[in-house]
């Protein structure tokens, strides 16, 4: 299940490997070495080092000014295309989201141009200004390499930095969630046009464009359902009328109800305490395993996770998915007044995206 490998620790924050970076660096090895043999793949595997080394300060960039800002970061990934810096939550303060954004193009500028300046010093313009890609110094090289990912990462798609600079541009004049939409749709743009170039050059370029495409749709979706579930309370969504298994239920009662209406998971109650939760795998795992006439009491889950009325349909949305649940039982001074299924947090979605659209038209 784990994508990623973890190295350790700077400034408190951990850095870890994604698998695709460890593939990409294990391919670059080997083209190194089959092509130069082991003096090639030694100088080679030493500039993968310094360019992983440069895209984790790119990233450090990115997480020392949203810690700054009170942003809690949990760590650093690092991918073939650059890097993810996880964060809790994004500031939505536009001038915020701009400064976390381009701290980490700007890192990689200043060590580009650092680098470049060295490589004056040191080997004078012809060998820094080379364009080739391969052969060359080490320093011109890093140097190009450095000034190449702030580029990269400032092309306008979504989990590009180039893409949140661009929202955080808009925000200052429209609402968050169009900016967001606005800046997602010419991310869109802009990656299909990126991957037309790349088939007809270079293929990695069509990657990228993939990345950013989808990047850019997961992002909108993201914002639009952050804000379509911001302030709104459980209780607009929660069915009220709902029916309940007592533990000493047969699970045979749970499929009679799930044939008589529209519910597949259970709360489970006991003198009008929740002890309980019968979701409809139970149900599946449990006739599979035991039959109609197992005991609810000896097939429900004890640990489960709940709501309360209190809680905003943005609170649920992330508990629910944080569980991997398809309903969470709501509560009020503990005992259960409501059930909030995946299925009500859709359809809410969709109604209420219609009516902002009809009220916008
Ligand atoms: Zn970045």
Redesign the pocket.
């Known amino acids: 299940m784990r994508s990623s490998v973890r190295l350790g620790k700077i400034f408190g924050i951990p850095i870890s490997l994604h698998l695709t970076f460890i593939l990409f660096v294990a391919f670059l090895g080997m083209v190194y070495a089959f092509q130069g043999g082991a003096k090639a793949a030694i100088s080679g595997v030493s500039f993968i080092l310094a360019l992983f080394l440069s895209v984790t300060l790119?990233?450090l960039g990115?997480s020392l000014v949203a810690r700054a800002f009170g942003v809690k970061v949990s760590g650093i990934v690092l991918l073939p295309i650059?890097?993810v810096s996880q964060m809790e939550e994004m500031p939505e303060q536009p001038s915020r989201e701009f400064l976390i954004?381009v701290a980490?193009?700007a890192t990689s500028i200043v060590l580009g141009l650092l680098l470049g300046g060295a490589s004056l010093l040191l080997y004078g313009p012809a060998a820094t200004f080379k364009t080739t890609v391969t052969g060359g110094l080490f320093i011109p090289n890093l140097a190009r390499v450095n000034l190449l990912l702030a580029i990269f990462?400032l092309l306008p798609g979504f989990p590009?930095?180039g893409g949140r600079i661009f929202r955080a541009a808009l925000a200052n004049a429209m609402p968050f969630d169009r900016a967001t939409a606005i800046a997602a749709s010419v991310g869109r743009v802009f990656a299909i046009g990126l991957g037309l170039v790349g088939l007809f050059t270079n293929i990695w370029l069509v990657f990228i464009a993939v990345f950013i495409y989808f990047g850019a749709g997961s992002e909108a979706n993201r914002v639009r359902i952050k804000t379509a579930f911001h302030d709104v309370p459980v209780s607009r969504v929660m069915a009220t009328k709902f029916e309940t298994l007592n533990p000493d239920d047969r699970v045979s009662r749970a499929v009679e109800h799930a044939y008589n209406g529209f519910q597949e998971d259970f709360p489970v109650v006991m003198d009008n305490e929740l002890v309980g939760v019968l979701m409809k795998q139970d149900v599946l795992a449990a006739l599979h395993q035991f039959g109609p006439g197992a005991l609810v009491g000896r097939v429900m889950r004890k640990q489960f996770t709940t709501v309360t009325t209190d809680q905003t349909l943005e609170q649920v949305y992330a508990a629910i998915q944080a569980c991997g649940c398809s309903s969470l039982p709501v509560l009020e001074a503990d005992r259960i007044v409501g059930l909030v299924t995946l299925e009500a947090l859709g359809r809410y979605l969709v109604f209420a995206g219609a009516g902002s659209g009809a009220s916008r038209a």
């Open positions: 790119h990233e990115h650059g890097g954004a980490g193009p990462n590009m930095d």
